[in-house]
């Protein structure tokens, strides 16, 4: 029996690509864009991806690191519920003045504490803030505020993705933009617009009185006398 050679090579191709697997590939996570400048100042919270909508209040201890520990912000933002119609919706979360306990700023996509300290991740993917900054920095500027989802979103060079992870069995957290532990948990970070406090209104300005021009000395009154 012949075979011709045409089909031997197909024969053999087909078995050939019988056994190899073909790539995949996979589209790479666009990144947000938000802004890099605002003018106004913010506090920082903490939202596990898979905890719903508790945020955590952030703070800053005496070296600069980003921590929280658990305590929740009363965030003035209603979400949407079955059955449930919020009085007066309020656009994204804000928190009261006074119960702030750190605030920021970001200018150019560089992000300072109220020390003027420049928020960075250092070499061992940690989120804390340094003046002068660390050299072995892996990023010191890049940051971003993002709006996402309902929530306005801390971003480094486009990207939400944070992790918090535990520093010990009490509760605290400290911040990096990397898994560095089994343990640690992906998360966002919120940015938590500061309520400004109520101020009295102005005082009504009293009429500026009008300027005193002395008469010139030798100027004669109407009876020849002088002024």
Same mark, same amino acid.
Request: charged share 30%.
């Given at each position: 029996?012949?075979?011709?050679?045409?089909?031997?090579?197909?024969?053999?191709?087909?078995?050939?690509?019988?056994?190899?697997?073909?790539?995949?590939?996979? +589209?790479?996570?666009?990144?947000?864009?938000?802004?890099?400048?605002?003018?106004?100042?913010?506090?920082?919270?903490?939202?596990?991806?898979?905890?719903?909508?508790?945020?955590?209040?952030?703070?800053?201890?005496?070296?600069?690191?980003?921590?929280?520990? #658990?305590?929740?912000?009363?965030?003035?933002?209603? +979400?949407?519920?079955?059955?449930?119609?919020?009085?007066?919706?309020?656009?994204?979360?804000?928190?009261?003045?006074?119960?702030?306990?750190?605030?920021?700023?970001?200018? @150019?996509?560089?992000?300072?504490? @109220?020390?003027?300290?420049?928020?960075?991740?250092?070499?061992?993917?940690?989120?804390?803030?340094?003046?002068?900054?660390?050299?072995?920095?892996?990023?010191?500027?890049?940051?971003?505020?993002?709006?996402?989802?309902?929530?306005?979103?801390?971003?480094?060079?486009?990207?939400?993705?944070?992790?918090?992870?535990?520093?010990?069995?009490? #509760?605290?957290?400290?911040?990096?933009?990397?898994?560095?532990?089994? +343990?640690?948990?992906?998360?966002?970070?919120?940015?938590?617009?500061?309520?400004?406090?109520?101020?009295?209104?102005? @005082?009504?300005?009293?009429?500026?009185?009008?300027?005193?021009?002395?008469?010139?000395?030798?100027?004669?009154?109407?009876?020849?006398?002088?002024?």
């Amino acid at each position: 029996m012949k075979f011709s050679t045409a089909a031997l090579t197909f024969t053999l191709f087909a078995i050939v690509n019988a056994g190899v697997a073909k790539p995949k590939y996979y +589209k790479p996570k666009t990144k947000l864009v938000g802004l890099e400048t605002v003018d106004y100042e913010f506090a920082l919270g903490v939202k596990e991806k898979c905890d719903g909508d508790t945020i955590y209040l952030a703070f800053e201890v005496g070296d600069g690191q980003l921590e929280h520990n #658990g305590q929740v912000v009363d965030c003035k933002c209603e +979400k949407d519920k079955r059955g449930y119609s919020p009085p007066a919706p309020v656009e994204y979360c804000t928190i009261a003045k006074e119960d702030c306990v750190d605030t920021f700023t970001l200018c @150019e996509s560089i992000l300072k504490d @109220e020390c003027e300290r420049i928020g960075e991740i250092v070499a061992n993917h940690q989120f804390q803030f340094d003046n002068p900054i660390q050299p072995d920095a892996l990023f010191t500027c890049g940051w971003s505020i993002i709006e996402d989802d309902g929530y306005l979103l801390l971003g480094l060079n486009g990207c939400t993705d944070f992790w918090e992870c535990p520093v010990d069995d009490c #509760g605290t957290y400290k911040l990096y933009d990397a898994s560095i532990d089994s +343990k640690c948990k992906e998360v966002e970070i919120i940015v938590l617009l500061i309520e400004e406090e109520e101020e009295c209104p102005p @005082e009504p300005c009293e009429p500026t009185p009008e300027p005193f021009t002395p008469p010139y000395k030798g100027h004669k009154g109407h009876k020849g006398g002088k002024w």
